[in-house]
């Protein structure tokens, strides 16, 4: 049974040491018991209110070791308290926003804890899309003056994936691109789509190997620039996107972090449901253990692999 707090009154009460929040952790980490980060054995006993060790290598961790709490130097607390403030508000917090809210003392500290949840906010192993998926790109960047959509210059492309539900939208996955060659575009949406299902997009040339790939591939439109809008989910996914950008983060994110900003985009949309804010909450602490721990200095050379912690269940 998914346990998580449903207020802030809630969240303050039950986690208010570091010890609750450690036994938090330990649930979520590992649901049906400890398993030795070092070997994977099965088996171990606590050896200190932080450290277990293991009962076949005698391997020594900790909840947070291996994870993007691993070596904070903040109470767990505090981070709770991100957290919920990250996932509590429906359009998110800019990192000055969570600096003055919590008292960090630098906006360097802010900023990661922000990149680190951000990383979270990818759920390892996640199914791709499936069914029957619009495609298509947009462009994001600051204002800029010249030509608008494809051929814009100074802007990012962000290649669009979503779900049909009905007449609505379902999940969306979304993509930085670095151009709009047929061979770029099929790999990005091989990664966010699943092989076999229909695929929409315009007439643009580069889907055009989209069939080769495995997909039922649909050209909704030949001529992208004239017509009725015949792509809406996309178009409508994209304009949020941006009024998102526009009103958290200004209207500009810097292209080399733009990926983190749409990994948080996309975990918000795809729960947007949600009756509980604190299940998001919930779902990103699930995540947060299961990351692997990633410095400042990573963060800043945009290292992006995200791998599981090993053995984290």
């Known amino acids: 049974?998914?346990?998580?707090?449903?207020?802030?009154a809630e969240l303050e009460a039950r986690f208010c040491d570091e010890a609750r929040c450690r036994d938090y952790l330990v649930t979520l980490r590992w649901p049906e018991g400890f398993i030795c980060p070092a070997c994977g054995h099965k088996a171990g006993w606590k050896v200190t209110a932080v450290r277990y060790e293991c009962a076949a290598c005698h391997h020594q961790a900790s909840v947070t070791a291996g994870t993007i709490f691993e070596r904070t130097r903040k109470p767990l607390?505090?981070?709770?308290?991100?957290?919920?403030?990250?996932?509590?508000?429906?359009?998110?917090?800019?990192a000055k926003g969570v600096q003055r809210v919590l008292g960090l003392g630098s906006y360097e500290t802010a900023w990661t804890w922000l990149h680190k949840l951000r990383r979270a906010m990818v759920r390892p192993g996640r199914d791709k899309l499936s069914g029957a998926v619009d495609v298509d790109e947009t462009y994001v960047g600051g204002e800029r003056p010249g030509k608008h959509g494809r051929g814009a210059e100074g802007k990012t492309v962000v290649l669009v994936a979503a779900q049909h539900d009905g007449t609505g939208i379902g999940r969306v996955r979304l993509c930085r691109i670095s151009d709009l060659n047929g061979s770029t575009m099929g790999t990005a949406v091989q990664t966010m789509v699943a092989a076999g299902s229909v695929?929409?997009?315009?007439?643009?040339?580069?889907?055009?190997?989209?069939?080769?790939?495995?997909?039922?591939?649909?050209?909704v439109r030949h001529d992208a620039a004239v017509g009725k809008n015949l792509l809406p989910r996309c178009h409508r996914v994209a304009s949020l996107l941006k009024r998102?950008?526009?009103?958290?983060?200004?209207?500009?994110?810097?292209?080399?972090?733009l990926d983190y900003y749409l990994d948080e985009y996309t975990f918000r949309f795809n729960r947007r449901t949600s009756q509980h804010r604190g299940k998001l909450f919930y779902r990103l602490l699930q995540n947060a253990v299961r990351i692997e721990a990633v410095t400042f200095d990573q963060l800043k050379k945009n290292v992006r692999g995200i791998r599981l912690a090993k053995h984290y269940m």
Do not use: C
């Not at 049974?1 to 802030?8: A, G, I």
């Not at 950008?245 to 810097?254: A, E, I, P, R």
């Open 199 to 219: 695929v929409r997009t315009d007439g643009l040339k580069s889907y055009s190997g989209l069939k080769v790939l495995g997909f039922i591939h649909q050209v």
């Open 1 to 8: 049974m998914e346990d998580y707090p449903r207020t802030l």
């Open 244 to 257: 998102w950008l526009l009103g958290t983060h200004q209207g500009y994110v810097s292209p080399e972090h």
């Open 77 to 94: 607390v505090t981070w709770f308290r991100a957290i919920w403030l990250v996932t509590s508000q429906k359009n998110g917090a800019s």
